[in-house]
């Protein structure tokens, strides 16, 4: 037994603590739908005799009541970089499946509207012209084949117009970036003082966490703990924060999509200039996009486009027009300079009568040229086949794409599953607790009410009156 | 905290959102298959389907194509058979009247003279009929950019180069008819207008020669027949093909349908199927969320 009034010390730490514990639950219950809200608990720990040990005036005791030791944030550092990790890597599938979706809907196969009909088209339209022998075969067949022109130069030029709207987006997520981790910096910065002083920063920590998932999703960047309750956020081998300092980045390499290829656009340190390897996160996928999937099969549009010069022309040129000279090349460049492309292929004739269709020279209505042009359509490796195989490919690329995404999108789900288990607040738990802090809270006070009886018996009541 | 898997508030509202938006998602891609009819509108949903698919449209189109050649080419051909048919009767007249003036018997000058009027009036019409056009070209010139596949004087005004329609894969038939293979003229045959004017200055001036007019007429009427008959062969040939064509059409539009035709009854019941499985997610989400602690204390 310690001093007389001892006991109401006890009862008011225990008031004091409960007290405590009654506000944290309810901070809890206030943020119960805030995103990235990690829940609180406060620990209580029991304050024990003091420790000096003496002779006489020994301390007899129970113990000095309850205190709140700290306000823990519940939350697992091994769960919360699994979900900064699976975050990245979904944000890089995402954006290789939506670019791949969308040079798919730049052709539009299967239709009987797309790239393949005009040929087939253009075909149907040489055989009309082997049919007949004035010239409205001849300007049908002209009108055709610059559908298919039309076709293709629109496809590569959307494609161009889609590599350059990415490229913007990429510099876009540059500067989101950049933003971030120049806040992340500053809380690191404020999370020290505070650790360093002994006060709870719950809420700091809060705001940087969701930070560092921002990043994450945006770049595939991970946390690595620190000292004093700071992180630095790593982005490969490259650290963007380092304790109290944030570094920048910028987007390098060719703006032209024309020119683009492996490694052409590249995050760099800014400044320094030294690349960044950024294989996860939004980043990730849209350097991907920019520098493999849209000129790969740029490249292959291009390549069509090309195949249908070397199996045209040689034809036409080996027919007689209707003026009785030899055939112009039938598809060219509309530039006049290098090789075709699906952007500058054009027709190469001016009117019907330049149609090569007669295969003897002079004056003859002969159409066998057409006719022996429009047999290219069963060449086997042909355009149509070329054709073929280049949206089949596209086809189970976009197919894979999809079904990675799917699949990181479960794991993905997962993650976030588990660490919300972990840190959500869940109302029911905290009702519970509301009721056992409240009845502890109304026992500690039933506590100090029965010690004041009991002292008010002992000095009012003890040796008073006669 | 970590033996039993703890379960908070929200992340049953997220389950029963995941589920919800799972079955939204399934339904609408059963409704949109039996609202186009298609099976599958990219080509990341079938890769190899969509290659069937582009592969079976580019037949249908060049079947279709075939088919048109031959109906073209079958119109030819008629129109050389008629004209030769019509060609083979005159050749017969001309025949009867050449026996006619042989006979010595109708011997007067007068009579000859009028056998021979008409010998040179089948001469004109057997030209008219060697000038047979369609379409403004003559069927029996070649490609020849002239009018006329004979002249007056009866000399070949075309030339030998082959008019011919594609009706399958590999397969070109020749539709025209080089005029000199039915009238003769080449390669010293005997030339039929040549011939008639001979037999009408013989029937003027010289009635015995026309013995070998006679066995000339007869080469000539085999010409001819012998002509007709590799039209006729030609025709079948172009009609056999035709049809080959309309079948090839009919069953790769059976092909292309099965590939990326909806399957209507499958569709219809996974609809079903689908909506009742929504109808439980709504359902389940419903009573679930609304359950909570509060609503029970005090």
């Known amino acids: 037994m310690g001093s007389t009034f001892s006991g109401l010390n006890t009862a008011y730490s225990a008031l004091v603590a409960q007290r405590r514990a009654l506000e944290v639950t309810g901070q809890n219950i206030a943020n119960v739908n805030t995103p990235g809200y990690t829940r609180q608990r406060a620990t209580m720990e029991s304050q024990g005799a003091p420790a000096v040990p003496a002779l006489h005036s020994r301390y007899e005791g129970a113990g000095d009541g309850v205190k709140v030791t700290d306000i823990e944030r519940i939350t697992d550092t091994f769960l919360v970089n699994r979900q900064q990790a699976e975050r990245g890597k979904l944000g890089a599938a995402e954006e290789r499946s939506a670019t791949l979706k969308r040079i798919e809907d730049v052709l539009t196969e299967p239709s009987d509207t797309g790239i393949a009909d005009a040929l087939d088209n253009v075909f149907d339209g040489l055989d009309n012209v082997a049919k007949g022998t004035d010239n409205a075969p001849r300007a049908a067949l002209l009108a055709s084949a610059g559908a298919l022109t039309d076709d293709l130069n629109d496809a590569s030029a959307s494609l161009d117009a889609d590599w350059r709207n990415l490229h913007g987006n990429l510099t876009t997520v540059v500067e989101e970036v950049n933003t971030a981790a120049a806040s992340i910096s500053e809380l690191n910065l404020a999370i020290r003082r505070d650790v360093q002083s002994g006060i709870p920063a719950n809420e700091l920590l809060d705001r940087r966490d969701a930070l560092v998932l921002k990043l994450s999703d945006l770049v595939g960047a991970t946390a690595k703990q620190r000292e004093n309750g700071m992180v630095d956020v790593v982005v490969g081998t490259t650290a963007l924060v380092s304790g109290i300092s944030a570094s920048k980045i910028a987007v390098a390499g060719t703006t032209d999509p024309r020119t683009a290829g492996d490694g052409s656009v590249q995050i760099v340190t800014s400044p320094g200039g030294t690349a960044v390897d950024v294989p996860n996160g939004k980043a990730g996928g849209t350097l991907d996009s920019l520098n493999v999937l849209i000129p790969k099969h740029s490249a292959r549009l291009d390549a069509f486009a090309q195949s249908l010069a070397d199996a045209f022309n040689p034809a036409h040129q080996a027919g007689y027009d209707a003026a009785g000279a030899p055939g112009k090349p039938f598809f060219v460049n509309g530039t006049g300079i290098g090789p075709v492309t699906a952007g500058t292929i054009r027709l190469g004739l001016g009117g019907p009568g330049e149609v090569a269709a007669s295969a003897y020279s002079g004056a003859n209505v002969d159409t066998s040229n057409a006719g022996k042009m429009a047999k290219i359509r069963e060449q086997v490796g042909g355009p149509s086949a070329n054709y073929r195989e280049l949206v089949t490919d596209l086809g189970v690329e976009s197919q894979t794409a999809t079904r990675r995404l799917d699949t990181q999108s479960d794991v993905s789900q997962k993650a976030d599953s588990a660490v919300l288990s972990t840190s959500g607040v869940d109302t029911d738990e905290e009702m519970t607790n509301l009721l056992a802090f409240q009845r502890g809270y109304e026992a500690a006070a039933r506590v100090m009410a029965t010690i004041d009886g009991m002292l008010d018996t002992l000095i009012n009541r003890t040796g008073v009156g006669n | ?298």
């Open chain 2, 1 to 298: 905290m970590t033996s039993m898997s703890r379960i908070t508030y929200s992340q049953l509202g997220q389950n029963s959102l995941r589920g919800i938006q799972g079955n939204l998602e399934r339904l609408g891609k059963s409704q949109d298959q039996l609202s186009t009819g298609l099976a599958f509108s990219r080509a990341s949903e079938n890769p190899i389907g969509t290659a069937s698919a582009m592969s079976y449209r580019s037949d249908m189109k060049q079947y279709e194509q075939y088919k048109r050649n031959a109906d073209d080419g079958a119109t030819w051909l008629q129109e050389s058979d008629s004209a030769l048919g019509s060609a083979l009767d005159l050749i017969n007249r001309a025949n009867d009247l050449v026996l006619q003036g042989k006979s010595t018997g109708s011997g007067s000058g007068a009579s000859r003279e009028a056998l021979a009027k008409e010998v040179e009036q089948l001469r004109e019409g057997l030209l008219n009929i060697a000038n047979t056009t369609y379409l403004g070209r003559p069927i029996f010139g070649g490609t020849t950019g002239g009018s006329v596949a004979f002249n007056a004087d009866g000399t070949f005004a075309g030339d030998a180069n082959p008019v011919t329609r594609s009706v399958g894969r590999g397969v070109d038939v020749q539709v025209n008819t080089d005029g000199r293979d039915a009238f003769g003229g080449k390669g010293g045959a005997p030339d039929v207008f040549k011939l008639l004017q001979d037999v009408a200055a013989n029937l003027r001036t010289d009635p015995d020669a026309l013995g070998g007019d006679l066995d000339d007429l007869k080469a000539v009427h085999r010409n001819v027949t012998d002509t007709l008959a590799d039209i006729g062969a030609r025709a079948n040939r172009i009609d056999n093909m035709r049809q080959a064509a309309i079948d090839r059409v009919l069953a790769t539009s059976n092909s292309l349908n099965d590939v990326i035709g909806t399957d209507m009854v499958e569709s219809t019941i996974n609809l079903q199927m689908q909506k009742t499985a929504y109808e439980a997610a709504l359902g389940t989400a419903g009573k679930v969320l609304q359950l909570s602690l509060t609503s029970f204390l005090r």
